[in-house]
């Protein structure tokens, strides 16, 4: 395990694991996970000269969970990793890399807090610029008032994803992890039933996990959501009105940092709310980051991108580390 700290941050406290040094490199994880989810990345990283830093987002694990809603809008989020930069290299911008929820955030980390930022890569959800409305209200069209299921439109309610998932964390846990990797072709992304159905409902439980995550590395996630819960996490995606109200305010939008993207080509996210044309998506982020250095697909992967394909991912992210 790498050395854990309690990092003093926009008026809450974060846990940190660091190893290594040099100039910093953080890490930021997506739902439902953790700082562990860069586990495979952290010691080539530090091997390689820098810093390694993967933290535990607010709501998650060793760090504060906020109960307010509003305290897990992007403003604070993008704010909690700036006071992490202030407070491990005080005086000198880092590197960010982020994964699912964690791509939003150091995306608008660059864009709000651009002094801190030296370059910036995301792993899963691309970076466009802001949408003609909301998300909610984008999903609640395309998915909800057609009677379709769609996991951020169950996510809206407070408590209903909490108590589902919570009555069961490894087994919640499973059958996430589970239905949005390779293994099961993005089966979280492709549930075809009611809009009103339970999230779990249809989502397979193995009896035996794929080789890339094992027991004990499930065991770690349980842990961390047993004593945490979901309320924090799921508060996440409880802000999309905010957050667009924000971003409206906010005059340059682009991320003028150098960029990268990654994902696996079989995530479910890159045809969410498209076709998945790679071509299309690609000219869209370019007109957003202008310094955008390469989009990198994955073969035989699907969103766990660092944890499905820890070597590819970690080449990848070295290479890019290295030419910067």
């Not at 293994?183 to 193995?206: C, F, I, T, V």
Request: hydrophobic share 40%; with cysteine; charged share 25%.
């Amino acid at each position: 395990m790498p050395e854990f700290r309690m990092i003093d941050t926009n008026g809450i406290k974060v846990r940190a694991a660091i190893e290594g040094s040099g100039p910093l490199v953080v890490m930021v994880h997506g739902f439902p996970e953790s700082w562990y989810s860069w586990r495979h990345q952290m010691k080539p990283i530090a091997d390689a000269g820098f810093t390694a830093c993967a933290i535990d987002v607010r709501g998650y694990g060793g760090s504060d969970k906020p109960q307010a809603v509003e305290a897990y809008a992007m403003k604070e989020m993008t704010a909690d990793v700036a006071g992490v930069i202030d407070a491990l290299s005080p005086g000198k911008p880092a590197v960010l890399m982020g994964h699912d929820w964690g791509a939003p955030i150091v995306w608008h980390t660059a864009v709000l807090h651009p002094s801190k930022v030296r370059a910036v890569a995301g792993l899963s959800v691309p970076y466009f610029d802001r949408p003609p409305a909301p998300l909610n209200q984008i999903f609640k069209a395309m998915y909800t008032d057609q009677g379709k299921f769609f996991y951020m439109a169950y996510f809206q309610n407070e408590g209903v994803a909490e108590a589902e998932f919570e009555a069961d964390v490894r087994g919640s846990l499973r059958r996430l992890y589970f239905a949005s990797s390779a293994n099961s072709d993005g089966r979280w992304g492709n549930l075809h039933k009611p809009a009103d159905e339970q999230m779990l409902k249809g989502l397979d439980d193995p009896k035996q996990f794929p080789a890339w995550l094992s027991d004990a590395d499930i065991d770690y996630f349980v842990g961390e959501f047993e004593k945490s819960g979901f309320r924090g996490p799921i508060n996440r995606y409880r802000n999309f009105e905010r957050d667009w109200a924000m971003m409206g305010g906010v005059e340059d939008r682009r991320i003028h940092q150098p960029s990268l993207f990654v994902a696996g080509a079989q995530d479910m996210v890159l045809k969410m709310f498209g076709d998945g044309d790679i071509a299309a998506m690609t000219d869209r982020m370019k007109e957003m980051m202008p310094k955008l250095q390469g989009v990198h697909l994955i073969q035989n992967c699907g969103h766990w991108t660092q944890q499905e394909t820890p070597a590819e991912t970690t080449r990848i992210l070295l290479d890019w580390l290295k030419a910067l």
